[in-house]
């Protein structure tokens, strides 16, 4: 649950917003207010642009993130501030300072000397009676700091030695508790800093896949997505070292990092005895504290940016995928292949229900060709199949052929084939959504049904899935889970909502993502339609057990009753603005039936005619939209990649083919193309059009059918590299460094050190391996 907060917090909080997504204060400040309301994102997008004026689900869905962050930040605020009040610290500059940090690392700098922590050396020394030596080195650059140290000898200080060791160890504490240095040292470190990979030893041959990093740097601030992450599993894998150098080539006596030091303090190296033991005291400093805080940070920042990064991605490309062309309500057979445990076949109707399964074994050890292609062909008769849906996992183009084959034997009209993707399908073959669809039905056999169904419609059978586990992302198991989760089930709810649900066929997984109800209303809806029967009107809902208004509010838009007794019941059009949209239909002198899907009559409208106190003009203009195309899909138009002949396997690829694929995934670095050959190809980010790509969405997107030429073939790592280049893969022109490519800009004080390895080729290795298909 959101921490809540107070309105002065809110209006603060909404101005910080607004700047960050462009929008007016006001704005963010309602949109706050609606979703602390239970609004949720698609309703205020789509019913509530007056109130936000116009806020967009992407601007909302940045403003739902933000908010949370924002309000935790706070939250961690007020506890900060009690925790230092407690101690009897707390002053107004202070809590000035607390008040004006604008993250959570400039937080916790702050408080970091009032953190109630373990007794340290630093404590112990001030126990010891060694604090008035440590100022005095501190204040009187004339002393001799071996001198001052013999007047604090006692029982629990020995000798000169422990004494300016105690004082150092306090100063130490001292200078590494101080924020404003801190902030200083992380941003001069974020601007400078080299992240350096090394192979560790003994590990080269098990750890191959990540060859590109056994002797790699690039600048931290400049470091990708893929390639931090890549190189983070690499670690984790105990294959790599990582380190964070500032300033390694600079020979100064004293580095610039010391230096920032020493001047916070007035500490100078004028060749004073006590200016030379308080530079070695920064220089211990630098290393025994600062250098190793400041590392870690900047490697746990490198890590929260990297996954943000890849969950963004991976957000992107299951909408792509959820949003790709549903085939639509035809008779559908699918076909999960298998070698050894045979093909299994599923055959569902127009609407999804499952009309017969078999399981065929064409392939060794049984070899029942003729037997497999005979009862495919019955099934295809007998139930007047019209698409067959093939798998695109281990035997799909052998099955492939196999389907081809008979149905070029077979009197028209024959189905069309088409090789779907199958991520995620066995996850939900063993799922209790599956379970509970198909409670008589053998787990290997629901994989073909819904491979069958995700043809006809990818969302409606996508939703069924978790959707981590449709497999479109990068790295996707390394990042934060929670926040993957939430970021990933946002995008599932805008799919579903942007398209709309039928009331009277949706399944309780689609149901319940639609705004407004989840688990419990959905199948509370199922159980009234399958007691009652088929809704006529959307205010039936209202009869649903525990669906009140509120919950009628958010959903009722979303949900379409095609052939109901209200025709504004099949649009998008929400009930509380049928009023509006009657007047329309009255002003144009028609029946709101045959006014539907006549453009010209509702194009002559003057919307702003029909402005009243309660609905502007974006809601007119919707509804007169709604009413010209009622129900519109937004998904484009069903077509699918016609895989070439004889091109089954990636041995029987050539460099210069040109062929026609599908892309499966979107990286940061470039898309995953399948062409057939059971093992996706890659064209890399500068192989994806004659000009400058920064980012491979600007071009594909998952599900596109694109035409590619291959490059490179690694038959022995299984890698394919593809060009999507009019000129087959020509050196990329000039421009801006594509995103993934290593970069390095010493000071001009500092020698340039010597490129190491970096990803090569068509992709990198650790990249390939960690994304491609197995």
Known sequence: MPVTANSAHTA??????????????????????????????????????????????????????????LRELDARRDTIIES????????????????????????????????????????????????????????????????????????????????????????VETFSENADLIGRLRNYMQDRAVLRAK??????????????????????SAVPSHRALAMLRGRNEEVLSLEIEVDAEDTAPVKPVERMIANAYAISDKGGAADIWLMDVVRWAWRIRFSLNLSIDLMTTMRERAEEEAIRVFARNLKDLLLAAPAGSRSTMGLDPGIRTGVKVAVVDGTGKLLETTTVYPFPPRNDVRGTQAEIERLIVSHKVELVAIGNGTGSRETERLVADMLAAMPSPKPMKVIVSEAGASVYSASATAAAEFPDLD??????????????????ELVKIEPKSIGVGQYQHDVDQYRLARSLEGVVEDAVNAVGVDLNT???????????????????????????????????????????????????GFLRIPDGTEPLDASAVHPEAYGVAK???????????????????????????????????????????????????????????????????????????????????????????????????????????????????????AGDVVKVRVVDVDVKRSRIGLTMRKDGGAPAPRGPRPSDAPSYKPRSNAPAPKPQSAPQGAFGAALADALRKK
């Open 443 to 460: 787990v290997s056999l629901r994989g073909a049904v819904s491979i069958a169904r995700r043809l006809q419609d990818p969302l409606a």
């Open 12 to 69: 603060r909080i909404a101005r910080l917003i607004a700047a960050e997504i462009n929008a007016r204060p006001e704005q963010a400040n309602a949109a706050i207010e609606l979703l602390d309301g239970g609004a949720t994102v698609p309703f205020i997008a789509r019913y509530r642009k007056e109130v936000t004026g116009g806020l967009d689900d992407t601007q909302l869905r940045m403003l739902d993130e933000r908010l949370l962050y």
């Open 84 to 171: 230092i009040r407690s101690q009897g610290k707390l002053n107004d500059e202070l809590e000035g300072k607390i008040a004006a940090a604008a993250t959570k690392a400039e937080l916790e700098d702050i408080y970091l000397p009032y953190k109630p922590k373990r007794r340290t050396r630093a404590e112990i020394a001030r126990e010891r009676g060694l604090g008035p030596l440590a100022e005095a080195i501190l204040s009187d650059r004339a002393s001799v700091p071996q001198q001052l140290a013999t007047n604090f000898i006692n029982d629990d200080v020995p000798d000169v030695k422990a004494a300016l060791e105690g004082a150092r160890d306090i100063l």
């Open 506 to 556: 949706a399944s309780a997984s689609l149901l319940a993502r639609i705004s407004g109800l989840g688990n419990s209303l959905a199948e509370a809806i199922i159980a009234y339609r399958n007691e009652v029967g088929p809704f006529k009107t959307r205010r039936d809902l209202l009869k649903v057990a525990r669906l009140g208004p509120r919950a009628f509010e958010q959903c009722a």
């Open 583 to 701: 007047k329309i239909v009255s002003a144009c002198g028609r029946d709101v039936r045959a006014l539907m899907n006549d453009g010209a009559a509702l194009r002559a409208l003057d919307p702003r005619v029909f402005v009243d106190d309660r609905f502007g003009l974006p809601t007119v203009r919707d509804i007169i939209a709604e009413l010209e195309k009622p129900g519109r899909d937004p998904r484009p138009e069903f077509k699918t990649a016609s895989f070439a002949d004889g091109i089954d396997d990636i041995k029987d690829l050539k460099p210069g083919m040109l062929l026609e694929g599908t892309v499966t995934n979107v990286a940061a670095f470039g898309a995953f193309v399948d062409i057939g050959v059971h093992q996706d190809g890659l064209v890399h980010l500068s192989q994806l059009a004659d000009r400058f790509v920064k980012d491979a969405h600007e071009v594909v997107k």
């Open 199 to 220: 192979v560790v030893d003994g590990k080269a041959d098990t750890g191959a896949k990540f060859a590109d990093y056994f002797n790699h740097f690039e600048r931290w």
